[in-house]
């Protein structure tokens, strides 16, 4: 899964576009998070610091060979054992998860792919029921340093029709305000 318009900068200047503890905080990343699934991890932004913070294991997907080759040296000099990075294209192969194995995914800035449903659908197929779907992107603002063309660039409205036509429900606030460039949207699988 190739995101279009998704190259990556140099490392510092990414790391630098987010307030990673505050994303998780406000994305309600937490202890009782078992099993977590990162959707394009690439440098290992996240997932680092939510491996920290989660009790059970962290698997992250990205398609990239320089990703995951960073990613997994950054988990390595971090010592960190609940970590599993994959590479592999979730749009052509999935992630290949058990159905309804999974407490946690993050969709982080790639909802601007060209099968943002697919990605949803794949989300909503591994959550246990009333598992959570984290999803970021970037503010719909010319002015962010960064990110997709605004062309591509979802709406949080459009985020939130593609997830509850998926099956989610989006939890309160709707928004989240992720300064300096971003916003966020919970979802939960609804339970059947």
Do not use: C
Request: hydrophobic share 40%.
């Amino acid at each position: 899964m190739k995101v279009r318009d998704s190259g990556m900068p140099e490392y510092s200047y990414w790391e630098s576009l987010f307030d990673v503890e505050l994303v998780l905080d406000r994305m309600e990343i937490g202890s009782d998070i078992g099993t977590f699934v990162e959707f394009g991890s690439g440098y290992g932004t996240f997932t680092i610091p939510v491996a920290k913070r989660i009790s059970g294991k962290i698997i992250a997907f990205d398609i990239e060979p320089e990703m995951i080759s960073m990613a997994g040296s950054r988990v390595l000099q971090a010592g960190l054992t609940n970590v599993e990075i994959i590479r592999r294209d979730l749009i052509s192969e999935g992630t290949g998860l058990v159905d309804l194995s999974v407490d946690y995914t993050a969709l982080f800035n790639i909802l601007h792919h060209e099968s943002p449903e697919e990605i949803l659908a794949e989300t909503f197929r591994i959550l246990k029921p009333g598992g959570k779907a984290g999803i970021i992107h970037w503010n719909f603002d010319p002015k962010t340093p960064r990110g997709p063309s605004l062309d591509m660039r979802p709406k949080p409205d459009q985020i939130k029709l593609w997830a509850e036509e998926s099956g989610f429900e989006i939890l309160e606030p709707t928004v989240r305000s992720l300064p300096p460039w971003h916003y966020g949207i919970l979802a939960r699988k609804r339970s059947a």
